[in-house]
């Protein structure tokens, strides 16, 4: 991968080559920046700004700080010179003079460079302008700066370079920082909601021994030592519900999720969600909790439950309610409930231009429809429910009507956003759910090395209580608390095309 090449002497741009002449030169002079271990930081920016907020213009204060980190701007003027430093909360000016400095350590400032990481010790100030400063005493070189930083490193069209080069945009672009602080506050909240409702957080295996019947694609290793295949998981939910089983009534897991299928501004191969169950409920209380989740974590979030999202108002204080039926009724005109056979339900996907599913029932056939007319539509906030048990290996069955299970999705801006059923605890039923599903793989794949979960199956046969549960991504709820418009934007790193492919 051409990004992962080390650089040649003749890549490197006349400025890159000036720096490392300058640092060539401090260590031969011995004062190689490298060497420095720690700074006894003991400021930040932002606090001191909140602190001497009312602090009258040429007022001093007497507080004298020690502040670190990366020198953003340098203004030399003769005898006296200005610099901003960014630190771990923002940006605050320097004011560095030669007779408070000493002549030796103010010829050295004038020829460090943008991007060097510094600490300073000096009294806080606010100027003449009414910026609150620092009068710098002392100033050290910590870490020298190698490579320039790139003056316009935002835009459409260096966004790949963003992705590629997140040290650098973080670095450059404060705002994309606090997409990723915001992200950290979602995690807590979602957490402390749980942790408040009581459930226990855990952790299940990532690797896993065998591909199951499920559609996702999964990342294939293999294991030396056990001389073994294995997969990485595509979900958590069956560890988790083994864990129900055991008596641990409610359990969440933060999980990463691998899926080896294709990427678009809503997907990327590894990704974050929770999964949590619940014992003794079913898909209504599943309901009834992702409802109050997300208006304690948007209102803890951002301050507000009315959120726009890509120009778009969100009102996340009103969450509607329908079946799948009654969705495709209302925005196709078809009327599943009057269909009586998969060769009727054939016909009206045909007459509607429908796609058919691999293996056209009346169930699949309505989730088809519901994928061609309704979602587009569902910008508000919508729970979904009662889905075909074609399309729900998982969830139990709706009491009176073995066709529909107990499954919900809920969708915000035309998005799915998380899945919950009341779930399936009949071993009996799961067994012959999975072994059709794996069937219907190797039927539509003959060299699929799916396999029936079997081990759940007996963890089933010990009991599981009736059970609710849910599963949603993390970084699609990122996304929309923080107005991003690309799975991309609220990963640290994600998954990029090497550069020379």
């Not at 897991?253 to 080896?260: A, D, K, L, T």
């Not at 999975?434 to 396999?451: G, L, T, Y």
Request: aromatic share 8%.
């Amino acid at each position: 991968m051409e990004q992962n090449k080390p650089q040649t002497e003749q890549d490197l741009t006349q400025q890159a080559a000036v720096r490392r002449q300058k640092l060539a030169d401090l260590r031969a002079a011995g004062h190689d920046p490298f060497v420095i271990t720690k700074y006894p930081q003991d400021a930040y920016s932002a606090d001191l700004k909140a602190e001497f907020a009312d602090l009258p213009a040429e007022a001093e204060t007497g507080k004298v700080v020690t502040l670190a980190g990366r020198m953003m701007s340098k203004r030399v003027m003769g005898k006296a010179s200005f610099a901003h430093l960014r630190d771990q909360k923002g940006d605050i000016q320097i004011f560095v003079k030669r007779d408070l400095l000493g002549d030796e350590a103010y010829a050295a400032f004038k020829k460090l460079d943008i991007g060097d990481i510094i600490g300073c010790r000096g009294e806080v100030f606010r100027t003449k302008m009414g910026e609150i400063s620092v009068r710098v005493n002392e100033l050290t070189l910590l870490s020298k700066s190698l490579l320039p930083l790139p003056e316009k490193f935002h835009g459409l069209t260096d966004r790949e370079a963003r992705y590629r080069q997140r040290y650098v945009d973080l670095i450059v672009n404060p705002d994309v920082k606090q997409t990723f602080i915001k992200r950290s506050a979602i995690l807590r909240e979602l957490r402390s909601f749980l942790d408040g409702k009581g459930f226990l957080e855990v952790e299940t295996p990532i690797l896993t021994p065998f591909e199951i019947g499920a559609s996702a694609r999964p990342f294939l290793t293999h294991h030396n030592t056990l001389d073994m295949d294995m997969v990485l998981r595509i979900e958590t939910e069956l560890y988790l519900k083994r864990l129900i089983v055991g008596g641990m009534d409610r359990v969440y897991e933060v999980g990463r999720i691998f899926r080896n299928e294709g990427m678009d501004p809503k997907h990327n191969p590894e990704f974050t969600t929770i999964e949590l169950y619940q014992a003794y409920t079913d898909y209504h209380g599943m309901m009834d909790l992702v409802e109050e989740m997300m208006k304690t974590v948007a209102q803890k979030v951002c301050g507000t439950l009315q959120i726009t999202y890509q120009g778009k108002e969100i009102d996340l204080s009103h969450w509607e309610r329908m079946t799948m039926t009654e969705a495709v009724k209302k925005y196709s005109g078809v009327d599943f409930d009057a269909v009586q056979s998969d060769e009727e339900a054939i016909a009206l996907a045909k007459e509607h231009h429908v796609e058919l599913p691999e293996i056209p029932t009346k169930g699949a056939i309505l989730a088809e429809f519901f994928d061609a007319f309704v979602e587009e539509n569902l910008i508000q906030p919508t729970f979904i429910y009662d889905y075909p048990v074609e399309v729900s290996p998982l969830a139990k069955r709706k009491p009176g009507n073995p066709a529909i299970t107990e499954r919900f999705e809920y969708f915000i801006n035309a998005t799915e956003f998380g899945n919950a059923f009341s779930e399936l605890n009949d071993p009996i039923d799961q067994k012959g759910r999975f072994e059709r599903q794996v069937a219907e793989r190797k039927q539509i794949d003959p060299d699929s090395k799916a396999q029936v979960d079997y081990d759940y199956v007996t963890a089933l046969e010990y009991g599981l209580p009736p059970t609710g549960g849910l599963g949603f991504g993390v970084d699609r709820l990122v996304m929309l608390l923080t107005d991003s418009a690309s799975i991309r934007d609220v990963l640290l790193f994600p998954t990029m095309k090497p550069v020379d492919q």
